[in-house]
């Protein structure tokens, strides 16, 4: 039901900018944690809300093959082909994490993502132009950026650890804006 919410508000929203405000007061923040567990890895990962961000810890274990921890949205229809970027404001420590961008249910699809550096606990603005996601599939780069046509059948919204190591993190987020 939210998914299908968050589909009207992007169809009927001011075109020239779309965001997710995280916090307590979000209705739009039906976002989820994926564990490398799926596939018997030993990562953990855990969301908090507070009034004003999310805040989604936990640890890295590469033990068993994991190696990853995600917070994701909801399945959706999210049309980004007439924004040029996003912008997110976060503060994180312990590992790079990475912005995604989904078109297809599958895992083992291509998908795009772009690099979210670790902040050392000060909070970032970041503007992170959209044409300059890369590829990838199961953790490997592939050649290309998004096009305009997969800009337009986004389906789900994402973090994920993107580094190979294991460790604690913290990754605070604030706010998700597409310009």
Not at 105 to 123: A, C, D, I
Not at 158 to 175: H, P, R
Request: proline fraction near 2%.
């Amino acid at each position: 039901m939210r998914a299908i919410l968050i589909t009207i508000a992007l169809f009927f929203m001011n075109s020239s900018m779309y965001m997710i405000d995280f916090g307590t007061s979000c209705d739009t923040c039906d976002w989820f944690v994926v564990v490398d567990g799926v596939m018997g890895g030993r990562s953990k990962g855990t969301v908090v809300e507070t009034e004003d961000s999310v805040v989604f810890t936990g640890e890295i274990s590469l033990e068993n093959n994991g190696g990853f921890a995600s917070y994701r949205s909801a399945y959706g229809e999210y049309d980004l082909s007439k924004f040029t970027e996003v912008e997110i404001r976060y503060k994180s420590t312990g590992q790079n994490f990475a912005f995604t961008l989904n078109n297809y249910q599958r895992f083992y699809k291509p998908s795009f993502k772009h690099e979210l550096p670790v902040t050392n606990g000060m909070w970032r603005e970041i503007k992170l132009p959209l044409r300059n996601f890369k590829k990838y599939r199961l953790g490997n780069q592939l050649s290309g950026n998004p096009s305009e046509e997969e800009l337009a059948s986004i389906i789900r919204l994402g973090l994920i650890s993107n580094d190979e190591k294991a460790s604690a993190f913290i990754i605070e987020i604030d706010y998700i804006r597409f310009k």
